[in-house]
């Protein structure tokens, strides 16, 4: 947008800067270049963007980018909006927000113009590790088949491939997963007592391959949703797929349903604040990334925390 201050953190393992600059759209906006690293992938840029007085920090890079970027601006009191051009793997803000994939020069341009629209993020605070950590999402939280998905891929193998890598480990993924009791706190109010293998808590809906696991997940409405599968056995697997693709697929574009149905398998949900508490330690994922290890967790959701053009 012309009269910019626009600042651009970007992840020098991912792209050289002069092949950045070539895709700049056309633009009299004064620019700042702030580089990620390897132990900091976004967080202290970020900082350094906010100090600028950047009015649009443009996050370039991978899931770990974007989600460090996005963290720093929902701490601060910046008005600063955020840009988002997608170079890593799976890219999830940005399909969930419709930002264009694999085409530099069509990403620059939505992030240099003048239409920004509120993103909710989601907060997860757990003990990992005998320390207290508290990080934020763009997408998806959570435990089970998605977080083996990411922990077992093989990452020689999604350098090579992208995201279809994550295909290969679903099969492991599938043989890792195991069902535990769970207790959930909704929204401050009777503990429930439940079991399964997999919980997803999500402010956004979209998985690689147009894989849609909150088909009512809005990035802007102040809630997550919730998914918790405990399928075991090919005969449960297929209630869960035929779930997914007739009650929460054909079906609903037939009849026009405005809630995601649930099966046996499948159960869906809301909230603005979840308690979780596991009868093991598991490893939590958020947006892609390894957590670590917990047998306890709470999410909550901060309403509209950032704009992203």
């Not at 601060?76 to 940005?94: C, I, K």
């Not at 007592?193 to 979209?206: D, F, I, K, S, Y």
Request: one cysteine or more; proline letters at 4%; charged letters at 25%.
């Amino acid at each position: 947008m012309a009269g910019d201050r626009i600042a651009i953190v970007w992840n020098p393992a991912k792209t050289a800067r002069e092949d950045l600059r070539k895709a700049l759209p056309a633009t009299d906006a004064a620019l700042t270049w702030h580089e990620t690293t390897p132990e900091d992938p976004g967080r202290g840029a970020a900082d350094e963007a906010i100090k600028s007085g950047a009015e649009a920090i443009v996050a370039v890079g991978g899931d770990g980018t974007v989600r460090a970027v996005a963290e720093r601006l929902a701490q601060s009191d910046t008005r600063a909006e955020l840009g988002v051009v997608p170079l890593g793997t799976g890219n999830l803000l940005a399909r969930n927000l419709g930002i264009p994939l694999n085409n530099l020069g069509k990403a620059f341009e939505r992030a240099f113009g003048d239409r920004a629209r509120p993103l909710d993020l989601g907060w997860i605070e757990a003990e990992i590790e005998g320390e207290p950590v508290r990080s934020a999402f763009a997408v998806l939280a959570g435990f089970g088949l998605d977080a083996h998905m990411i922990t077992q891929t093989d990452e020689d193998l999604k350098s090579r491939v992208g995201w279809l890598a994550y295909v290969e480990s679903l099969g492991r993924a599938v043989n890792a997963t195991e069902v535990v009791d769970i207790e959930l706190v909704v929204d401050g109010g009777e503990p429930e007592r439940t079991a399964g293998h997999t919980l997803l808590v999500g402010n956004c809906g979209t998985l690689q391959g147009g894989i849609r696991l909150l088909p009512d997940a809005d990035p802007a409405d102040g809630e997550l949703d919730l998914l918790l599968l405990s399928a075991e056995g090919i005969g449960q697997w297929v209630d869960t797929l035929r779930s997914y693709m007739w009650d929460n697929g054909v079906r609903r574009l037939i009849t026009g349903q405005d809630r995601a149905a649930n099966a046996d398998t499948a159960q869906h949900g809301r909230a603005r604040r979840l308690e979780v508490r596991l009868s093991q330690p598991l490893v939590l994922e958020i947006d892609g990334d390894d957590l670590g290890e917990a047998a306890a967790f709470t999410v909550e959701v901060q309403e509209r925390a950032l704009h992203v053009r």
